[in-house]
């Protein structure tokens, strides 16, 4: 099924019921689809056409929203960028999709008007008297109804940019068929109902804020903007339009219970949660629990390209596990190899770290990189997909991710994975967040150096050594030789810490 169709159905099924709120607004999903069909039928008069791309820097709004479904009944490609990527990333994306159209807000004018385009596109600003057109015009030039354009299953239907660590974003096309199914593996995996509400905090860039707001389509739910990360706002949203599910990295989890109005705030509608995109610390796991009490708790392991790998909804007894495959997905360890040799009969025995591979066949898996045939054969072998990351089942069955085949660590001949020593030392009650990597040294080949946040300015060197010294999970080898101090951690557009800025920081102090 297409999502022109998608929201069509939905559409008809409630049109009067409340689709979408921004600030103190309130927008049925017969009033979102009127101004859809008025933007779709002025960009077809404009000559965007099936498959053109349609660029977008937007933060979270209703324009972006509406934006998204008018591309979808187009039949074109719906292309988000962050307006947090830098100038040359910014350039390398439009050179890259090469859109028909580019739509910007005040925030984003400087980027879009300093890049350099093959061919020129069509601008449209939010703001009146800005671009080619504005957005305001372009739906007032429009009609309604329309008659959605001829789509098929497999055609693109967005294409999200990683937001890597290292190197160019890459662009990956995910059709109608990955969306759609993707997107009932969300309902199911996070036991979703009609009706259901959330908080649109998650980029539209992002493949978790497309997840929340297709479902929240698919299920004729409420999807509540929140263009603007601020765990103070959130905290009142959830608590005024009842918001029922939350979907977020993390960082945002952390933020939204440490903030002080936190106690006071009513969140017995929200029952059901989830996170992805890093690791969620046991300590933080804990207090959601016992802050939140969310009848359904769930961590998601997937990524852009295969939006679901594994899902835990068993997190009380197993805080930080992967879990076990999802409703589309098979998922094999083999042997790791960072130059991309191994192949997906090298699976390693039950109990060993391998890297993860996931099956590419699935319904919810892309087909390859935009115009990166070399990233595609590196990542896409024999119909399976090489992950990168590294983990381990338990003897249930289920998975534990240990780190990245990029990111391990060898000292004194020994591989150490940095999330297992930063899953101790953010055990700390003093830590609020910690991040390992490797410095070069002439004796043991590597030494372990932690990068610190600190809970409490008051906690010392000593202290932290002597708890990883003494701490069950870790081996004396595999402790911290260096510690340094940050304010806060490098972080990519998507929340991603950016490991190799910190090793510029180690010239620093606080050997161990």
Same mark, same amino acid.
């Given at each position: 099924?297409?999502?022109?169709?998608?929201?069509?159905?939905?559409?008809?099924?409630?049109?009067?019921?409340?689709?979408?709120?921004?600030?103190?607004?309130?927008?049925?999903?017969?009033?979102?689809?009127?101004?859809?069909?008025?933007?779709?039928?002025?960009?077809?008069?404009?000559?965007?056409?099936?498959?053109?791309?349609?660029?977008?820097?937007?933060?979270?709004?209703?324009?972006?929203?509406?934006?998204?479904?008018?591309?979808?009944?187009?039949?074109?490609?719906?292309?988000?960028?962050?307006?947090?990527?830098?100038?040359?990333?910014?350039?390398?994306?439009?050179?890259?999709?090469?859109?028909? *159209?580019?739509?910007?807000?005040?925030?984003?004018?400087?980027?879009?008007?300093?890049?350099?385009?093959?061919?020129?596109?069509?601008?449209?600003?939010?703001?009146?008297?800005?671009?080619?057109?504005?957005?305001?015009?372009?739906?007032?030039?429009?009609?309604?109804?329309?008659?959605?354009?001829?789509?098929?299953?497999?055609?693109?239907?967005?294409?999200?940019?990683?937001?890597?660590?290292?190197?160019?974003?890459?662009?990956? %096309?995910?059709?109608?068929?990955?969306?759609?199914?993707?997107?009932?593996?969300?309902?199911?995996?996070?036991?979703?109902?009609?009706?259901?509400?959330?908080?649109? *905090?998650?980029?539209?860039?992002?493949?978790?804020?497309?997840?929340?707001?297709?479902?929240?389509?698919?299920?004729?739910?409420?999807? *509540?903007?929140?263009?603007?990360?601020?765990?103070?706002?959130?905290?009142?949203?959830?608590?005024?339009?009842?918001?029922?599910?939350?979907?977020?990295?993390?960082?945002?989890?952390?933020?939204?219970?440490?903030?002080?109005?936190?106690?006071?705030?009513?969140?017995?509608?929200?029952?059901?949660?989830?996170?992805? !995109?890093?690791?969620?610390?046991?300590?933080?796991?804990?207090?959601?629990?016992?802050?939140?009490?969310?009848?359904?708790?769930?961590?998601?392991? !997937?990524?852009?390209?295969?939006?679901?790998?594994?899902?835990?909804?068993?997190?009380?007894?197993?805080?930080?596990?992967?879990?076990?495959?999802?409703?589309?997905?098979?998922?094999?360890?083999?042997? %790791?190899?960072?130059?991309?040799?191994?192949?997906?009969?090298?699976?390693? %025995?039950?109990?060993?770290?391998?890297?993860?591979?996931?099956?590419?066949?699935?319904?919810?898996?892309?087909?390859?990189?935009?115009?990166?045939?070399?990233?595609?054969?590196?990542?896409?072998?024999?119909?399976?997909?090489?992950?990168?990351?590294?983990?381990?089942?338990?003897?249930? !069955?289920?998975?534990?991710?240990?780190?990245?085949?990029?990111?391990?660590?060898?000292?004194?001949?020994?591989?150490?994975?940095?999330?297992?020593?930063?899953?101790?030392?953010?055990?700390?009650?003093?830590?609020?967040?910690?991040?390992?990597?490797?410095?070069?040294?002439?004796?043991?080949?590597?030494?372990?150096?932690?990068?610190?946040?600190?809970?409490?300015?008051?906690?010392?060197?000593?202290?932290?050594?002597?708890?990883?010294?003494?701490?069950?999970?870790?081996?004396?080898?595999?402790? %911290?030789?260096?510690?340094?101090?940050?304010?806060?951690?490098?972080?990519?557009?998507?929340?991603?810490?950016?490991?190799?800025?910190?090793?510029?920081?180690?010239?620093?102090?606080?050997?161990?």
């Amino acid at each position: 099924m297409n999502l022109g169709t998608v929201f069509d159905c939905a559409v008809s099924r409630y049109p009067f019921h409340v689709a979408l709120v921004e600030n103190n607004e309130r927008y049925t999903f017969d009033e979102i689809n009127e101004e859809v069909n008025r933007l779709a039928t002025s960009m077809l008069k404009l000559g965007v056409a099936r498959r053109d791309r349609v660029m977008m820097l937007l933060k979270n709004r209703k324009e972006a929203v509406c934006m998204f479904w008018a591309t979808q009944k187009l039949g074109a490609i719906f292309t988000p960028i962050s307006m947090r990527l830098s100038p040359e990333d910014t350039q390398y994306c439009i050179n890259d999709s090469e859109p028909k *159209v580019v739509v910007y807000e005040s925030n984003s004018r400087r980027a879009v008007m300093a890049a350099k385009f093959s061919e020129r596109p069509i601008f449209i600003g939010l703001e009146q008297g800005e671009g080619d057109l504005s957005y305001a015009d372009l739906v007032k030039r429009g009609t309604h109804p329309f008659e959605s354009v001829g789509v098929d299953d497999e055609d693109i239907a967005i294409m999200l940019y990683t937001s890597g660590t290292t190197g160019f974003p890459k662009g990956v %096309p995910r059709s109608h068929k990955n969306e759609y199914a993707s997107t009932i593996a969300h309902i199911i995996q996070n036991s979703y109902a009609t009706f259901d509400s959330t908080l649109g *905090v998650m980029p539209l860039y992002h493949t978790m804020g497309m997840r929340s707001l297709l479902a929240m389509c698919v299920l004729n739910g409420k999807y *509540v903007l929140a263009p603007s990360w601020d765990p103070h706002s959130a905290l009142t949203l959830i608590e005024k339009e009842r918001i029922s599910c939350l979907y977020m990295i993390p960082r945002l989890y952390h933020e939204l219970l440490e903030d002080s109005s936190s106690s006071q705030s009513d969140l017995s509608a929200l029952k059901k949660i989830g996170y992805a !995109g890093a690791p969620m610390s046991e300590a933080l796991i804990t207090k959601c629990f016992q802050r939140i009490q969310p009848k359904h708790f769930v961590n998601h392991y !997937g990524s852009t390209e295969i939006y679901t790998f594994t899902t835990c909804s068993t997190l009380d007894k197993k805080p930080g596990c992967a879990g076990k495959p999802g409703i589309h997905q098979r998922v094999k360890l083999v042997t %790791p190899d960072p130059s991309g040799g191994s192949t997906p009969q090298d699976e390693v %025995p039950a109990g060993q770290v391998g890297e993860i591979i996931i099956h590419a066949g699935s319904d919810e898996a892309f087909k390859g990189y935009w115009n990166r045939p070399d990233a595609t054969r590196k990542a896409i072998r024999n119909q399976w997909y090489f992950t990168g990351d590294l983990g381990k089942f338990d003897e249930d !069955g289920d998975l534990y991710i240990v780190g990245r085949i990029d990111d391990m660590l060898i000292s004194g001949g020994e591989n150490i994975s940095p999330i297992e020593v930063e899953k101790v030392l953010s055990s700390h009650p003093k830590v609020a967040e910690a991040v390992v990597i490797g410095q070069e040294d002439d004796r043991w080949g590597q030494i372990v150096v932690a990068f610190i946040v600190p809970l409490d300015p008051a906690v010392t060197v000593q202290e932290l050594d002597q708890y990883c010294k003494h701490h069950a999970k870790l081996s004396n080898t595999k402790r %911290p030789r260096k510690y340094l101090f940050v304010d806060e951690l490098p972080r990519n557009a998507s929340g991603k810490i950016i490991r190799r800025e910190l090793s510029n920081g180690l010239t620093g102090r606080n050997d161990a």
